[in-house]
């Protein structure tokens, strides 16, 4: 929950430009956990953040996540109906950039912000069977969830160099 990845402001630019609507996450928050009220919550953990921020960017977390910047993907997308649903599990992996018709099944919660629901991806069946081929291929997590090494290796290179 405190050291996953998050894009930056360029991310938003981009998503907007591509008229993305959904961006499903398997991490608590679409946003860097240090660019939001995480950073205080987790002292301990901030204070290893922006030890590794100086080494890797050469600047702080609060040089790299400025007030402007914070809450990028909550403040920045969703006034443009860009939303993003959180703590996505399962197999994600199998699609990854590509466009889907994806229905989010929320619990009726009166007068709350957010709430937990049930998030699925509907695909045609000839697809679905071309997913499930593709998915016996791949390595699973502990969970059953299929993963493509070379995304996972792809993030790792994305967040270093950000």
């Given at each position: ?12 630019v981009w998503a907007k430009e591509k008229k993305i609507k959904w961006i ?129 290796d792809r993030i790792e290179r994305l967040t270093r160099r950000w």
């Open positions: 929950m405190v050291q996953h990845p998050g894009p930056d402001r360029e991310f938003a499903g996450v398997d991490c608590g928050s679409a946003d860097h956990p240090m660019n939001t009220i995480i950073r205080n919550w987790m002292p301990r953990q901030a204070a290893e953040a922006d030890k590794l921020f100086r080494a890797m960017y050469g600047a702080s977390l609060e040089e790299r996540f400025t007030p402007d910047k914070y809450q990028l993907m909550h403040i920045e997308m969703f006034p443009h109906h860009i939303i993003h649903a959180e703590c996505i599990g399962g197999d994600v992996d199998l699609l990854c950039n590509r466009r889907a018709t994806i229905g989010f099944f929320p619990w009726r919660f009166v007068d709350g912000e957010s709430c937990i629901g049930r998030c699925v991806v509907f695909v045609d069946d000839a697809e679905y069977e071309e997913l499930m081929a593709r998915k016996a291929t791949l390595p699973k997590t502990r969970f059953g969830d299929a993963y493509e090494q070379e995304h996972v």
